[in-house]
């Protein structure tokens, strides 16, 4: 289950999920559906107008799914963690749903913030659960590991498996106006800069 499938992290996790032969299930605003069934996405569900977890439950039978990545935070964390299957995951690496500049950003994040789920080592055992957190920025001291995965990554790239997709490229002294379009939801894969 992949959400925000069509970001520039959905796409790449949709490529290693069909390579490794996952049956995927995304979520992503509606007009991102089209394009991310052409790039193999079994299941696309907009999030934005109906509740993403029951039609998760009912296209899996009630079993729910092996591996959730959840970027958005929060309450979010809460629902996922619900969609997995016995023995499943949830991978948590972002807090989108605390984003907005401002006032209201400060606002977002305590929301956010109180909304979190606690999970408990004896419940993840009873459960046959487990989540795990990835942080990018922490890993400064984790260069082999990383050139590691990179390294796979460009493989997947020079063999095809691994398709980057830029939506658009500013110049740099437009950056506020990437920025904004990031904001609105526009892009569909990577947004760069470019000199
Ligand atoms: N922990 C790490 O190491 C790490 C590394 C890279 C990225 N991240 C995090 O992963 C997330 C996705 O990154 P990305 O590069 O894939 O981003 P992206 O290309 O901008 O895509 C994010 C997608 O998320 C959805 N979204 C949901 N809430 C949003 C909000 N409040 N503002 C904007 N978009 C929102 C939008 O899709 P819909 O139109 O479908 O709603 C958007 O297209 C971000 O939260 C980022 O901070 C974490």
Known sequence: MIHNAGGGVGLAALDIAKHIGATTYGTASAAKHEFLKA????????????????????????????????PLGGKSWKKSYRALRATGRMGVFGMSTASASGILGKLRAMKALAQTPRFHPLSLMNRNKGVFGLNLGHMWGEGEKV????????????????????????????????????????????????P
């Open 39 to 70: 790039r193999g996405l079994d299941q696309a569900i907009d999030y934005r107008h109906q509740d993403w977890l029951p039609v998760l439950i009912d296209l899996t039978k009630g079993r729910g799914v092996e591996l959730v990545i959840d």
């Open 147 to 194: 050139s590691g995965w990179m390294r796979e990554i460009m493989n997947g790239v020079a063999e095809g498996w691994i398709r980057p997709h830029v939506d658009r490229a500013f110049p740099f002294d437009q950056v506020a106006d990437a920025h904004r379009y990031i904001e609105a939801r526009k892009n569909i894969g990577k947004v760069v800069l470019v």
